[in-house]
């Protein structure tokens, strides 16, 4: 899909609104190590694997941001950021930026601010993200069904039918868990928890996801209750 | 035509020194015990034996041999198991004291990379109380994931720059009861299993001198804060990172070059969730046909959760589109404990993947219908109940 550069898309938002926005990414204290200005050199975008199969640039990023282009930082915000593959083949930038690493600033800007675009860009991902901060890993063994990966191959079902089994057949003994990847002791998710909790993510899974929020908040609630803490999400 | 074999045989015959005097950055070491000096954290030194290698600016990196903790990957225990599984049966068959901790999450990483629903402190936090853990034991943090040792380099280097930052992530560590503990060195296991190789080369039991491969070495590895990755003028002339090239020539594998060697795989984090569709193509495109046409090699060898998941896991679809496809992909770990005898379902666990390893197999000379009878058989004992659990007895029965 092309991109369109023109910002038409969102002449009927405020320039405030756009200017706070890029006001909130240039406050994070990571910004001023990640865009030291831009050569516009292009050279981000030979190594970036994006950029060879969507209309995607961390060139034009970098150099909007730089060039504090706030109408054109609003476009990538909301139409680009989410095809970046935050591999970071973009740190080899001669001015020591990292296109990557703003990308990231931007992401979460439009994350904490629940933007419509992220919001759909995050469709479908709500599994992912209950696993990971409620079970302390991620991509557990129980994710792997076969109409979820149906272009990996048939072993995909094999191992959804033979679970159990098959992780009991693992030898290192913390991996015989189906739900998480390994065994995590119940004190270890507590503190995990904690940190959420300390860090304000749960606000930003509220901006985006208001349902997966709920169900995050009676799980950890719960758990952190019965661990004698007394804490709310709220 | 760019003349891709012309200007990678010339790369070849150049060898560069690196001269830590002339390194384009401050040397993390320094600072990371300044900090310590100014009573800002405590280091975790690596404990004696090390190895001692040169990292990418020629400046030196201890690499423990054992008493490591193991900090796992979530996407290597959920679902490339053997991956992980061989990392640890090859500690055992090397008598090396390891210890595979319960007291440990994921970096969260991925996630953060895929959603953003996280922020700087959190990330911090998950990761020092990680390393904290790591302290207590007494053993030593090696890291099994790429995107873990690139994102905690990512928060050593925002930790050292940004005083607020610490303050914040100890007082949430002292809230836990743990105190803000930083490793001497944050050590990548593939880099461990470059520090063993010759170990490891000296129990092979399978000749693999007629085998030829092609090696895909993570971004998280060697791009994100790439000062810490290994090099050694032996390795490619120290132009590229020296890690799995250097085990694969150790265990006498010609290692084949091509072209888009220092390409990503396409993983792209959210993208192998739910926008596959890219990571398939850039993997099947600029990785795997690219290897095919210019190599034409046995294995591919790759060393992260991200890029042998979506390497092995994206070539099925596009058989289907008749694309130069049928690499069979293994990790560095599987690949050494597999040369040191391993077997290839109940240690490698093969039957995860989603590429054809059997002719690989068959090249080694290895009855893997044999293998797989076995592995089946012992399934069936679990499954009837007369065992709970395949132990690392079994593993090697
Ligand atoms: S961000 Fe860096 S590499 Fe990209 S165009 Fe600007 S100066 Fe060049
Ligand atoms: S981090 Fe994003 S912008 Fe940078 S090279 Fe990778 S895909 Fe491209």
Redesign the interface.
Same mark, same amino acid.
């Given at each position: 899909m092309t991109l369109d550069l023109s910002g038409k898309q969102y002449a009927g938002v405020d320039y405030d609104e756009k200017e706070r926005l890029f006001e909130e990414v240039k406050k !994070? &204290?990571?910004f001023e190590?990640y865009l030291y200005g831009c050569y516009e050199c292009g050279i981000c975008v030979a190594?970036c694997?994006?950029a060879? &199969?969507?209309d995607f640039s961390p060139r034009k990023i970098a150099q909007s941001v730089a060039r504090e282009d706030v109408d054109l930082f609003y476009v990538f915000l909301n139409d680009s950021v989410?095809d970046c593959?935050?591999?970071?083949?973009c740190?080899?930038c001669p001015r020591k930026n990292s296109p990557g690493g703003l990308i990231?600033l931007m992401?979460?800007v439009?994350?904490n601010n629940g933007l419509a675009s992220?919001q759909e860009?995050?469709e479908?991902?709500g599994r992912?993200?209950y696993k990971?901060?409620a079970t302390?890993?991620?991509?557990?063994?129980d994710?792997?069904q076969a109409n979820a990966?149906p !272009?990996?191959?048939p072993?995909v079902k !094999?191992?959804a039918e033979?679970l159990e089994?098959?992780?009991?057949?693992?030898?290192?003994?913390?991996?015989?868990t189906t739900e998480a990847?390994?065994?995590?002791?119940e004190?270890?998710?507590t503190?995990?928890y904690?940190?959420?909790h300390?860090?304000?993510?749960m606000d930003?899974?509220k901006e985006?996801d208001e349902g997966l929020f709920m169900i995050l908040q009676d799980v950890m609630e719960e758990k952190l209750e019965d661990a004698g803490y007394d804490v709310s999400f709220d | 035509m760019i003349p891709h074999a012309a200007i990678l045989n010339k790369a070849k015959d150049r060898k560069f020194e690196a001269d830590p005097d002339q390194a384009p950055t401050e040397d993390y070491h320094d600072i990371v015990n300044q900090l310590e000096k100014e009573g800002e954290w405590e280091v975790h030194r690596v404990p004696e034996p090390y190895v001692e290698v040169k990292n990418k600016y020629g400046r030196t990196k201890k690499i423990p041999v054992e008493q490591t903790w193991h900090h796992?990957?979530?996407?290597?225990?959920?679902?490339i198991?053997g991956y992980?599984?061989s990392i640890?049966?090859i500690n055992r068959k090397l008598g090396l004291d390891y210890h595979?901790?319960?007291?440990?999450?994921?970096c969260?990483a991925?996630?953060?990379?895929?959603?953003?629903?996280?922020?700087?402190?959190?990330q911090a936090?998950?990761a020092m109380?990680n390393f904290a853990?790591a302290h207590e034991t007494g053993y030593y943090p090696i890291i099994h994931c790429a995107t873990s040792f690139?994102h905690y380099k990512e928060t050593r280097?925002?930790l050292i720059?940004?005083p607020?930052?610490r303050r914040q992530v100890r007082a949430?560590l002292a809230?836990?009861g743990k105190k803000l503990i930083m490793p001497e060195e944050i050590v990548h296991y593939s880099e461990w299993v470059h520090a063993v190789r010759d170990r490891i080369a000296e129990r092979q039991v399978h000749d693999m001198s007629g085998i030829r491969a092609t090696v895909h070495p993570a971004?998280?590895y060697h791009? /994100?804060i790439?000062e810490d990755a290994v090099y050694a003028p032996e390795v490619y002339g120290a132009q590229r990172s020296a890690i799995i090239t250097s085990t694969l020539q150790a265990l006498g594998i010609e290692v084949g070059d091509y072209s888009t060697w220092?390409?990503?795989c396409?993983?792209?984090?959210?993208?192998i969730?739910?926008s596959?569709d890219?990571s398939?193509?850039?993997a099947v495109q600029?990785k795997i046909e690219v290897m095919k046409e210019e190599v034409d090699p046995d294995i591919l060898i790759t060393h992260d959760t991200g890029c042998v998941t979506t390497l092995d896991?994206s070539q099925?679809?596009a058989k289907a589109h008749d694309r130069n496809v049928g690499l069979a992909v293994m990790s560095d770990s599987q690949l050494c404990a597999l040369a040191m005898g391993a077997h290839p379902y109940?240690?490698l666990?093969l039957?995860?993947?989603?590429t054809d390893s059997r002719p690989f197999l068959e090249k080694l000379g290895v009855d893997h219908q044999k293998a797989f009878a076995e592995?089946e058989q012992?399934?069936e004992e /679990?499954?009837s109940g007369k065992k709970?659990?395949?132990?690392?007895e079994?593993?090697d029965g």
């Open positions: !994070d &204290f990571r190590q190594a694997p994006s060879r &199969f969507y989410w593959s935050q591999c970071f083949s740190d080899v990231t992401r979460e439009a994350v992220a860009a995050l479908g991902y992912v993200v990971i901060m302390g890993t991620q991509v557990a063994p994710m792997l990966f !272009d990996w191959g072993h !094999d191992i033979n089994a098959w992780r009991r057949a693992l030898p290192p003994e913390t991996m015989h990847s390994w065994q995590v002791d004190k270890t998710i503190e995990l904690l940190i959420w300390m860090t304000g993510v930003m899974i985006v | 796992k990957s979530c996407g290597q225990c959920g679902h198991p992980s599984t640890f049966w595979d901790p319960t007291d440990q999450t994921s969260t991925w996630n953060y990379y895929a959603s953003a629903t996280s922020n700087a402190a959190a936090a998950v109380r853990a690139g280097q925002q720059h940004h607020e930052l949430i809230k836990l971004c998280h791009k /994100l790439g220092a390409d990503c396409g993983f792209g984090f959210r993208h969730l739910v596959r890219f398939r193509s850039f600029r896991q099925f679809a109940k240690v666990q039957h995860w993947h989603s592995f012992a399934v /679990l499954k709970e659990y395949m132990t690392w079994d593993a």
